[in-house]
């Protein structure tokens, strides 16, 4: 299983992204999937995630300017990013939550570098 995410860049403050990471080899459940991010010097930490029956939950610092979506056919999620800050600025990351037969199985994408300019 390969977790591909693109859409990471340079915006200004207020500004928007779109991440999107897209799942390949898969051939299990796919319960959840969601997104990270590590800034410099902080730990990893979740922005947001989404079930596949499409509920939600976000960290409260992205509450109400970022939206994920999950398309499920495609095994893809996609996080947009609005009204971004400069705290914004980390690594993020596409996470995936699998099961096959009750075993879980968690993949990890490579991360997309998200940087915000005041």
């Known amino acids: 299983v390969q977790l591909q995410a693109c859409g990471g860049g340079l915006a200004q403050a207020g500004g928007s992204l779109r991440l999107s990471c897209a799942a390949s080899?898969?051939?299990?459940?796919?319960?959840?999937m969601a997104w990270y991010r590590q800034a410099p010097g902080k730990e990893r930490e979740l922005v947001a995630d989404?079930?596949?029956?499409?509920?939600?939950d976000y960290a409260d610092s992205v509450k109400g300017r970022f939206s994920i979506s999950i398309d499920n056919a495609e095994n893809t999620v996609h996080l947009q990013t609005n009204s971004l800050k400069p705290e914004d600025t980390a690594v993020y990351y596409c996470?995936?939550?699998?099961?096959?037969?009750?075993?879980?199985?968690?993949?990890w994408g490579q991360g997309t570098l998200v940087t915000v300019s005041s």
């Open positions: 989404i079930t596949h029956d499409g509920i939600t």
């Open positions: 996470f995936l939550d699998g099961d096959l037969y009750g075993a879980a199985l968690v993949y």
């Open positions: 080899g898969v051939i299990f459940s796919v319960k959840a």
